[in-house]
C-alpha cells in the first residue's frame, strides 16, 4: 500500500489593494508637506518683495473674516487702495480698527501688517506638517504590511 501525501502548501502574498491604500496615504502626506512648504515659500516672497520697495502707511480694517481681512489706505500718490486680496498676516485685527502696514511700492495690492512675517508661519507649519506625519503613517505602514496566505498546492489531478 502507498501512502499518500497531503499537497504541500503554497505561500502567495495577497493584499495588494492594501499596499495602494498605505502608498495612497504617504503620497497625501507628502502632498501636504509640498503644499506647506510651498506656501511658506510664498510668504517669504512676499515679504521679500514688501523689504526690497517698502511703502508705508495706516489703514483702516474694513471687515475681518476667517479667509481674508480688508483694509483700506492711503498710498503717498494720493490714491486710496483696498488690496483684493486682503493683507498678510491679519491675525487679531477687528473692522473699524486702525493699523500700520508696509507694502510693496512696485505692487500696492502686496500688503502686510507692519512688523509681521513669514516667521509667524513657521511653527504652525511645522506643528501641521508633524501632525499630517504622525496621523497618516501608522495606518499606511500597518497597511502596506505583507500578509501571508497559505493556499494547498494543486496536485495537477484536477483538471
Not at 21 to 33: F, K, P, Q, S, Y
Not at 98 to 124: S, T
Not at 137 to 145: D, E, F, G, Q
Request: proline share 8%; charged share 20%.
Amino acid at each position: 500500500m502507498v501512502q499518500q501525501t497531503a499537497p504541500a502548501p503554497v505561500p502567495v502574498l495577497r493584499g495588494s489593494w492594501r499596499r495602494r491604500l498605505g502608498a495612497a496615504l504617504l503620497a497625501a502626506a507628502a502632498v501636504l508637506t509640498f503644499a506647506s512648504v510651498m506656501a511658506l515659500l510664498g510668504a517669504w516672497r512676499d515679504d521679500a518683495a514688501i523689504d526690497a520697495r517698502t511703502g508705508r502707511a495706516t489703514a483702516n480694517v474694513v471687515s475681518a473674516t476667517f479667509g481674508r481681512t480688508i483694509i483700506r489706505f492711503a498710498t503717498p500718490d494720493g490714491a486710496v487702495r483696498s488690496p483684493q486680496r486682503g493683507v498678510l498676516y491679519p491675525r487679531g485685527l477687528q473692522p473699524g480698527q486702525l493699523v500700520r502696514v508696509e507694502y510693496d511700492i512696485a505692487n500696492p495690492d502686496l500688503v502686510r501688517v507692519a512688523d509681521r512675517g513669514v516667521e509667524l508661519g513657521v511653527l504652525p507649519v511645522l506643528i501641521t506638517v508633524a501632525a499630517i506625519w504622525v496621523v497618516l503613517t501608522p495606518p499606511a505602514l500597518w497597511l502596506r504590511r505583507r500578509t501571508l496566505v497559505t493556499l494547498p498546492q494543486n496536485s495537477g489531478d484536477e483538471l
